[in-house]
C-alpha cells in the first residue's frame, strides 16, 4: 500500500538543489502513473512585496519528459560549448546542414497528383 501512495502522490524519486546568488534551483525526478520518469526543474527567486512589506519566493517550473531528454541534453552542451569556446559546436552545424538537407528532399518528393495534371495539360498545349 506504500508504494502505490508513494506511486500515485508523485514523490520525488530524487531531488537536487542548486544555490546560486539569489536564486536557487530545484531538479526533481518523479514518476508518471505509467511508470515513466520526468524531471522537473524549479527556478526560485526570492522577492520581497512592497505592499505587504513580505518577503515571498517567485517560482518557474520546467518540465521535461523522458522521451525528450536526449535532445535537451545535447542542445544544453551544444549552448555550454558555444559558451566555453565562442565558437558554434560542430555536431549543431551539422544538425543544421542535415535538416537543410531533408527541405530540399522534401521539395522534390511532396508532389501532388494536381501538379502532375497541371504538367500534362501544358505540355499538350504546346
Do not use: C
Request: aromatic share 16%; net charge negative.
Amino acid at each position: 500500500m506504500e508504494e502505490k501512495e508513494k506511486y500515485y502522490n508523485n514523490e520525488e524519486l530524487f531531488s537536487k538543489a542548486v544555490r546560486a546568488g539569489k536564486r536557487t534551483y530545484f531538479f526533481d525526478v518523479k514518476s508518471t502513473r505509467a511508470g515513466e520518469n520526468y524531471l522537473t526543474i524549479t527556478e526560485s527567486k526570492k522577492r520581497f512585496d512592497q505592499q505587504s512589506g513580505k518577503f515571498f519566493y517567485e517560482k518557474h517550473k520546467l518540465f521535461l519528459y523522458q522521451e525528450d531528454f536526449q535532445k535537451f541534453y545535447t542542445a544544453i552542451n551544444q549552448s555550454f560549448e558555444f559558451i566555453k569556446t565562442g565558437k558554434i559546436p560542430e555536431s549543431y552545424l551539422k544538425e543544421i546542414e542535415e535538416e537543410e538537407q531533408r527541405k530540399k528532399e522534401n521539395e522534390f518528393t511532396n508532389i501532388e497528383f494536381e501538379d502532375l495534371d497541371n504538367k500534362d495539360e501544358n505540355k499538350s498545349e504546346e
